[in-house]
């Protein structure tokens, strides 16, 4: 169905969202004051001045991590003394992190802010209070000093660097200083406004240090091959699925005309590996998110495609019957409270066409709900491949205790009809003895064996992190049923196995170093041997780097040999400022073609390169807003129906690279 809008109304609504949206792209900061929050909470003096959590009253909206290990703030100010919050309006300073780096040694700190529901205009904001013994001026002087800032849509409104998001926001500083550094972040929701101070100063390592990882290159690549490139800031978060000799690929994108621009569609490609050909076609995307959220998943079996996106009002589920030449059925499904969203869509299909869409919704109480949508053939052709779909009544099979952050869910039919789901999510709670947040990580396994009702639900492991991504990969079927399940804990990636259908886990086995992330699993037999692979994302010593855990036969050794499929790098820009290259936010995907490992992902070129401030500025909250009218849509190339349109050839100096890599 691609693109089939006409303009007026694609503007109309891009424009809608945009006004909901009022800190998004170009119009970020229109309204400084425009989420409807308190931007001055209490006040803690210029230099000399601060006192920590004086007057909060507020629990705090702000994460502060070194991968996905939350950071313990100090238990005295010993910060504010040492620089001038004058600049900053003298915010009131909530806590004070104090941690510490050999010069010139990578690091790595993550700031992450959420909203209850995970809906609604958020900020988590950056300045630079002191490089070494100076007091910088705007925002630029944070890469100079050798640490580049990375988020979605950033906004230089100096001091201040912000990035925006709905429900859900983060920047990440990666990089390396030779001189101590003060930043100051602060975190803005519906909620109000909390402010940190975080000082590196220059001494012992310490958990915000990136360990270097020594894996070795893989020797077993098939192909590798840059499908696409773009320049525009909304690139990103890919998703992939195999069918035949055609790999799907689904990626938010933005206006190649102008890569400040907030505008965001759905790009959808095919990768033909008999012919090389790259081909595509786009969908207008509605939701007001900055690329923090992965919103949308594929799903693939012969002529059947299954396009799934959430993130606005329903979740929509788009299929294909012609491997995505056209999209003749269009299914809609809840997706809870009127004013909140679904978030983190995902689908499996299984052997015999049938298709799982499972989406997190906001329930009462904002609690969160994980939910199930099954969808049958109810007709097909000739040959017996479907042409319709008939779906039965969502199912909600997790309801969290508390307000949480869902992770992505990893979903998969067995051989014999089995459903397993993987999913986890993060609680934020307020610690009062150390004025600060406090977040814990759960993962559950639930499994619904073929013919029966219900599922069995386990609780596979508890941590104090912020999770991701748990995945899941099966081995047989029935009661004997093997699970392979990924997910992520302080010290790394996991896998725990069950050969029960998930009633019970082994204890996990490490792999990947501190901060890995986001595993992909695969479990497959070759030449009568189990092939275990997990893919994850691990910090390396300038940016995110994709490896590979691989057990060539499981039964034998389960002791694995740990790949490096890509190589962060770090390059020297204008003026000397850092360029670093790595594999991005979310930036990857992976399915199996057979015995073989497919996987797309984003290599992202990260530079200072903030989104200039509009120029109106100041309006009230509520005020109208003035440049709402002057919201151009997206001109994405090319507007087709389906996959069929080829693909300009990827251009090497764009920002994004997207890539394939096929696995023996």
Same mark, same amino acid.
């Given at each position: 169905m691609g693109l089939a809008l006409d303009l007026p109304a694609r503007v109309g609504r891009q424009a809608e969202s945009a006004k909901h949206m009022k800190n998004t792209g170009k119009l970020f900061g229109i309204v400084l004051a425009g989420f409807g929050l308190a931007m001055g909470?209490?006040?803690?003096?210029?230099?000399? @001045?601060?006192?920590?959590?004086?007057?909060?009253?507020?629990? @705090?909206?702000?994460? #502060?991590?070194?991968? %996905?290990?939350?950071? =313990? &703030?100090?238990?005295?100010? !010993?910060?504010?003394?040492?620089?001038?919050l004058a600049p900053l309006g003298n915010p009131q300073v909530s806590e004070v992190y104090d941690v510490t780096t050999p010069a010139g040694e990578a690091f790595a700190i993550n700031l992450f802010t959420r909203n209850r529901g995970n809906v609604g205009d958020v900020r988590v904001s950056l300045a630079h209070l002191l490089d070494g013994g100076a007091a910088p001026v705007g925002t630029s002087t944070i890469v100079r000093a050798g640490v580049i800032p990375v988020g979605g849509g950033l906004v230089d409104r100096s001091p201040w660097l912000d990035s925006a998001g709905d429900g859900f926001s983060r920047i990440s500083l990666q990089g390396s200083v030779t001189q101590p550094q003060v930043y100051a972040v602060q975190a803005e929701t519906p909620a109000g406004v909390q402010t940190a101070l975080i000082r590196v100063a220059i001494g012992p390592r310490s958990p915000i240090n990136v360990d270097a990882q020594l894996p070795i290159p893989a020797p077993f690549v098939l192909d590798h091959r840059t499908l696409y490139s773009s320049d525009s800031f909304q690139f990103g978060l890919p998703t992939c699925a195999t069918s035949g000799d055609r790999t799907t690929v689904v990626a938010y994108e933005g206006d190649d005309g102008d890569p400040f621009s907030g505008n965001r569609y759905e790009l959808r490609m095919q990768y033909d590996r008999t012919t090389g050909a790259v081909t595509g076609g786009a969908s207008d995307e509605r939701s007001p998110d900055r690329n923090n959220w992965r919103d949308h998943e594929i799903a693939a079996l012969f002529n059947v495609l299954a396009v799934v996106k959430s993130g606005e009002n329903a979740v929509s589920c788009r299929?294909?019957?012609?491997?995505?030449?056209? /999209?003749?059925?269009?299914?809609?499904?809840?997706?809870?409270?009127?004013?909140?969203?679904?978030?983190? #869509?995902?689908?499996?299909?299984?052997?015999?066409?049938?298709?799982?869409?499972?989406?997190?919704?906001?329930?009462?109480?904002?609690?969160? +709900?994980?939910?199930?949508?099954?969808?049958?053939?109810?007709?097909? $052709?000739?040959?017996?491949?479907? !042409?319709?779909?008939? /779906?039965?009544?969502?199912?909600?099979?997790?309801?969290?205790?508390?307000?949480? !952050?869902?992770?992505? #869910? @990893?979903?998969?039919y067995s051989a014999g009809g089995d459903l397993v789901v993987g999913y986890g999510y993060s609680t934020w709670s307020w610690d009062e003895v150390n004025r600060a947040n406090a977040v814990r990580s759960s993962f559950y396994c639930s499994t619904r064996l073929f013919g029966a009702a219900a599922f069995q639900e386990t609780l596979v492991d508890e941590d104090v992190t912020f999770n991701y991504d748990p995945s899941v990969a099966l081995v047989g079927q029935g009661a004997g049923l093997s699970i392979y399940y990924g997910y992520e804990t302080r010290g790394g990636v996991r896998m725990a196995r069950s050969v029960d259908a998930g009633a019970s886990f082994s204890a996990p086995q490490a792999l990947?170093?501190?901060?890995?992330?986001?595993?992909? #699993?695969?479990?497959?037999?070759?030449?009568?041997?189990?092939?275990? $692979?997990?893919? /994850?994302?691990? &910090?390396? !010593? %300038?940016?995110? +780097?994709?490896?590979?855990?691989?057990?060539?036969?499981?039964?034998?050794?389960?002791?694995? =040999?740990?790949?490096r499929l890509t190589t962060a790098t770090q390059t020297t820009g204008p003026g000397g400022t850092p360029v670093l290259t790595g594999v991005g936010w979310l930036g990857y995907d992976a399915c199996l073609d057979g015995d073989d490992v497919v996987i797309t992902y984003d290599e992202t070129r990260e530079e200072f390169l903030p989104m200039p401030m509009p120029v109106a500025m100041g309006l009230a909250s509520g005020a109208p807003n003035a440049q709402a009218a002057q919201f151009t849509a997206a001109t994405p190339p090319p507007l087709a129906p389906g996959l069929t349109t080829p693909l300009a050839a990827p251009n090497a100096a764009d920002r994004h690279q997207l890539k394939l890599m096929r696995l023996d």
């Open positions: 909470v209490g006040g803690c003096g210029s230099k000399g @001045g601060g006192t920590r959590g004086a007057t909060q009253t507020q629990q @705090g909206s702000l994460l #502060v991590t070194a991968g %996905v290990q939350p950071l =313990t &703030p100090a238990s005295a100010d !010993t910060v504010s003394a040492t620089v001038d299929l294909s019957f012609d491997r995505g030449a056209t /999209f003749a059925q269009t299914a809609t499904f809840p997706a809870g409270l009127a004013q909140f969203r679904a978030r983190l #869509v995902q689908c499996a299909m299984a052997a015999d066409y049938t298709l799982a869409v499972l989406y997190w919704r906001p329930g009462a109480d904002f609690l969160s +709900e994980l939910v199930l949508v099954e969808g049958t053939p109810s007709s097909v $052709d000739a040959n017996g491949s479907p !042409t319709a779909y008939a /779906f039965g009544a969502p199912q909600v099979i997790h309801r969290t205790a508390q307000d949480a !952050t869902p992770a992505i #869910v @990893g979903a998969e990947g170093g501190d901060g890995a992330h986001l595993p992909k #699993v695969f479990a497959v037999d070759v030449a009568g041997a189990l092939r275990v $692979d997990v893919l /994850f994302l691990q &910090p390396g !010593t %300038v940016a995110n +780097e994709l490896h590979l855990a691989r057990y060539s036969d499981y039964a034998a050794s389960q002791v694995p =040999t740990v790949y």
